[in-house]
């Protein structure tokens, strides 16, 4: 999966969103995610990046200093020690994981709701990550499930200028 995981987030890196973007959420990855581990520790230098720290049913976000500024949080997710609660506004671009995706740009979480309540407050540029075989023609959708604006796989993009091609 880590040979897919450079596939995702090279192309991810060459989108004219995330170069032009100061200030990033995205997330220490969980085994069955793509893993983002190398991309911040390249990244995290030349740019903000922000990951999530679950703190009851909300879900903030921390600078990203360095793997050695990481410990075991909720779910056993590694994050930051939370020490400013980043809120909305602050970021241009935010890479989110999944369980599903589909290609109306919908996406399925882990059912705590944590990213759609976050996300609907949010103005931010959504990019969705996932491996292709997490990619589905429809997933369920509730009217509170926030649609991404792109999905990157290893094999291909889909964006809201490709929403005409949906089959």
């Not at 995330?18 to 190398?38: I, M, N």
């Not at 922000?50 to 360095?66: A, H, N």
Request: hydrophobic share 40%; net charge neutral; aromatic share 10%.
């Amino acid at each position: 999966m880590d040979k897919h995981s450079d596939v995702i987030l090279n192309a991810l890196a060459a989108t004219p969103e995330f170069r032009q973007a100061q200030s990033v959420a995205l997330y220490h990855a969980l085994p069955d995610e793509v893993q983002t581990a190398r991309f911040l520790e390249k990244w995290h230098t030349k740019k903000q990046l922000f990951l999530p720290v679950v703190k009851g049913d909300e879900i903030y976000f921390e600078l990203f200093r360095g793997e050695q500024h990481l410990q075991a949080g909720a779910f056993g997710i590694r994050e930051p020690i939370l020490r400013q609660a980043n809120r909305i506004s602050a970021f241009d671009l935010i890479i989110i994981p999944g369980v599903a995706f589909d290609r109306q740009l919908n996406r399925m979480g882990r059912g705590k709701g944590y990213y759609d309540r976050f996300l609907a407050q949010s103005t931010a540029y959504k990019t969705g990550i996932c491996f292709e075989f997490q990619l589905l023609e429809q997933i369920p959708a509730t009217s509170f499930d926030i649609k991404m604006d792109r999905i990157i796989t290893e094999k291909e993009i889909i964006d809201t200028s490709s929403q005409d091609n949906i089959r």
